[in-house]
């Protein structure tokens, strides 16, 4: 079975602080420049687990857009990147405090118009993964809603990510077969109406539900350096697991053990550092 993520393409300006921020001065920090982008940073950590993946996107037609489909491409992942003539290449600042925990500056930029899945890459048997941000944000939510539709029409299963606790509301996500929030964005979003729910506790581990059983595994214990991507790399183990035809133990064991790697390391990709 074949994974298609629909979701965003970032330039992450990761600056690691030294210490509290401090507002009106001076806080040194850490810097560095790294791909990211929910969507992307799925399909990196699929593609580095051995999943075969396709990355539907959108990027602008410069230089930073050239380089993030290229360095996606370099990991195995199979990337459909339209080119956008007038909005650049999305950019986000983030913030990662002394424990770890990140706080996002994001400018969408290209990533807020509509992207078109191929249909060669609408197969029966195949699974559709779409992040939240493509239907919150007002130019890439008719995109969104097509490919789910198509997706459906075609014989394939869909999850969703819904991304941001403060960007969603009640209503603004159509059904799915499979939905992945936080806790944050499950207390936004409750009632949480899916056939299955895996619900990403932080520290904590996760749940899965179908409403009739329920499983939780713990998460694995790690040193935390950076949470930015633990939750694309959650999403990746996850799915991944489950198109090898794993149960819901197994495949949230693997989401979490994917997500502790995550979380170990600076940047929301395989191998940066």
Same mark, same amino acid.
């Given at each position: 079975m074949s994974l298609v993520v629909l979701g965003d393409v970032m330039v992450d300006v990761v600056a690691r602080l030294s210490g509290p921020l401090a507002r009106g001065s001076d806080t040194p920090a850490r810097v560095?420049?790294?791909?990211?982008?929910?969507?992307?940073?799925?399909?990196?950590?699929?593609?580095? =687990?051995?999943? *075969?993946? @396709?990355?539907?996107?959108?990027?602008?037609?410069? $230089? +930073?857009? %050239?380089? #993030?489909?290229d360095e996606l491409m370099a990991t195995g992942v199979e990337v459909h990147a339209g080119r956008d003539r007038e909005l650049a290449t999305g950019t986000c600042v983030v913030l990662v405090d002394e424990s770890g925990e990140?706080?996002?500056?994001?400018?969408?930029?290209?990533?807020?118009?509509?992207?078109?899945?191929?249909?060669?890459?609408?197969?029966?048997?195949?699974?559709?993964?779409?992040?939240?941000?493509? =239907?919150?944000? *007002?130019? @890439?939510?008719?995109?969104?809603?097509?490919?789910? $539709? +198509?997706? %459906?029409? #075609?014989?394939?299963?869909?999850s969703l990510d819904p991304s941001s606790w403060a960007l969603v509301r009640?209503?603004?996500?159509?059904?799915?077969?499979?939905?992945?929030?936080?806790?944050d964005e499950a207390r936004v979003l409750e009632?949480?109406?899916?056939?299955?729910?895996?619900?990403?506790?932080?520290?904590?581990?996760?749940?899965?539900?179908?409403?009739?059983?329920?499983?939780e595994v713990p998460a694995e214990r790690v040193d935390v350096v950076d949470t930015t991507g633990a939750g694309d790399a959650f999403a990746a183990g996850l799915l991944?697991?489950?198109?090898?035809?794993?149960?819901?133990?197994?495949?949230?064991?693997?989401?979490?053990r994917l997500a502790a790697r995550a979380v170990a390391q600076t940047g929301a990709r395989p191998g940066y550092d």
């Open positions: 560095s420049v790294v791909g990211g982008g929910s969507g992307a940073n799925v399909a990196a950590w699929a593609a580095w =687990l051995g999943t *075969p993946v @396709a990355l539907v996107c959108r990027v602008g037609d410069d $230089e +930073r857009g %050239r380089v #993030a489909v990140r706080t996002m500056l994001p400018d969408p930029g290209a990533n807020d118009t509509p992207s078109l899945v191929p249909d060669a890459l609408l197969r029966p048997g195949g699974h559709l993964h779409v992040i939240g941000y493509a =239907l919150v944000r *007002p130019g @890439a939510r008719p995109g969104a809603l097509a490919a789910i $539709e +198509r997706a %459906r029409a #075609a014989g394939m299963t869909v009640p209503g603004v996500f159509p059904d799915v077969d499979l939905l992945l929030p936080n806790e009632p949480l109406e899916a056939p299955e729910v895996v619900t990403k506790l932080g520290a904590r581990g996760a749940r899965w539900t179908d409403g009739r059983a329920t499983v991944s697991a489950r198109l090898e035809g794993a149960g819901p133990r197994q495949a949230l064991e693997a989401a979490c």
